[in-house]
Structures are given as structure tokens and as C-alpha cells.
Nanobody, 126 residues
């Protein structure tokens, strides 16, 4: 049974950092692309970052480039999203998702992802 469980969310001030974790089970990371998505209140869910099965291809949405870093630990079957210099517009529920390694998942196209976690809330506010 495939499961993805996010953790690490919280309420922080602008400029602070957080690291989100996505623990997966039912498959191994070397056979999937993992994507991070977020959804702000009243907005569509948007892709944030993806990392493919070999960790050789990484993608970020423009708004987080230079601030967020995605990484994976295959031994722990966990993917991380390190978020620095957080801004109020980074607020939302963050989801991780898994899918086959192809151009759709790398480009963070939601339809390319098969399985989703329940999400973790990130709130950036002064």
C-alpha cells in the first residue's frame, strides 16, 4: 500500500526557515519522482518542486528558486523540502506526491502524480 506522510509544517515569521519531510512507504524512491505542491486558501494547488528517481533532475517554480531546496534520502525513503527566507505568500498547505519519472511529473503537472499525502500547514505571518 502506497503512503506518503508529510511533516514539519508550522507557523513562522517572515525570513524564517522550515524543513518539510515526506516519508514514503509501499515503494522505493529510486522508482519514482516526488513533487511538492502547495495550496493557499482560495487558490489552485500549484507545483513547488520535483526531484526524479535518480535525483539528477530537479525542478523549482520560479517563485521559490534560490530559497527552497529539495533533497532525498533513499535509505530513509524520505524527501525533504528546505525552505529559507519564507514569505507570507508561501503560506498554504504543502503536499507531497509521487508519480513515474517522466516529463509530466518533472514539470509538476498534477495529473502526472498517482499518490498524494494529506498535507502539512505552513503559515508565514508576523
Amino acid at each position: 500500500q502506497v503512503q506518503l506522510v508529510e511533516s514539519g509544517g508550522g507557523q513562522v515569521q517572515p525570513g524564517d526557515s522550515l524543513t518539510l519531510s515526506c516519508a514514503v512507504s509501499g515503494f522505493t524512491l529510486d522508482h519514482a519522482t516526488i513533487g511538492w505542491f502547495r495550496q493557499a486558501p482560495g487558490k489552485e494547488r500549484e507545483g513547488v518542486s520535483s526531484i526524479d528517481s535518480s535525483a539528477g533532475r530537479i525542478n523549482y517554480v520560479d517563485s521559490v528558486k534560490g530559497r527552497f531546496t529539495i533533497s532525498r534520502d533513499n535509505a530513509k525513503n524520505t524527501v525533504y523540502l528546505r525552505m529559507n527566507s519564507l514569505k507570507p505568500e508561501d503560506t498554504g498547505v504543502y503536499y507531497c506526491a509521487s508519480g513515474p519519472s517522466n516529463s509530466y511529473t518533472w514539470r509538476l503537472i498534477r495529473a502526472g502524480y498517482d499518490h498524494w499525502g494529506q498535507g502539512t500547514q505552513v503559515t508565514v505571518s508576523s
